[in-house]
């Protein structure tokens, strides 16, 4: 038993989906901020897609044009939102 929880420590980190599309975000969003800051951004693979007032209009603009598939969607930011989960949820 040890050496199986062992054997699944030693494993490289899955990646994550969508994780190059992340990485193309995180690598423009000094270069968006000045002009899209607030809109969202489509990715799909390498591309970006572009930029939209909405998360919704994004989606649909992604699903005409490629089909029901994964798309990144993320709002143009500085810096993340908060969300607050109350205590008796938990």
Same mark, same amino acid.
């Given at each position: 038993?040890?050496?199986?929880?062992?054997?699944?420590?030693?494993?490289?980190?899955?990646?994550?989906?969508?994780?190059?599309?992340?990485?193309?975000?995180?690598?423009?969003?000094?270069?968006?901020?000045?002009?899209?800051?607030?809109?969202?951004? !489509?990715?799909? /693979? /390498?591309?970006?897609?572009?930029?939209?007032?909405?998360?919704?209009?994004?989606? !649909?603009?992604?699903?005409?044009?490629?089909?029901?598939?994964?798309?990144?969607?993320?709002?143009?930011?500085?810096?993340?939102?908060?969300?607050?989960?109350?205590?008796?949820?938990?």
């Amino acid at each position: 038993m040890a050496e199986r929880v062992r054997a699944r420590g030693e494993r490289r980190p899955r990646k994550t989906a969508l994780g190059r599309e992340q990485a193309i975000y995180e690598a423009n969003l000094a270069i968006w901020v000045p002009e899209h800051e607030n809109e969202h951004v !489509l990715i799909k /693979d /390498d591309e970006i897609l572009g930029f939209f007032e909405s998360r919704e209009e994004a989606l !649909l603009a992604g699903y005409a044009r490629l089909g029901v598939v994964p798309l990144f969607v993320k709002q143009v930011a500085t810096s993340e939102p908060v969300s607050q989960i109350p205590n008796g949820l938990l």
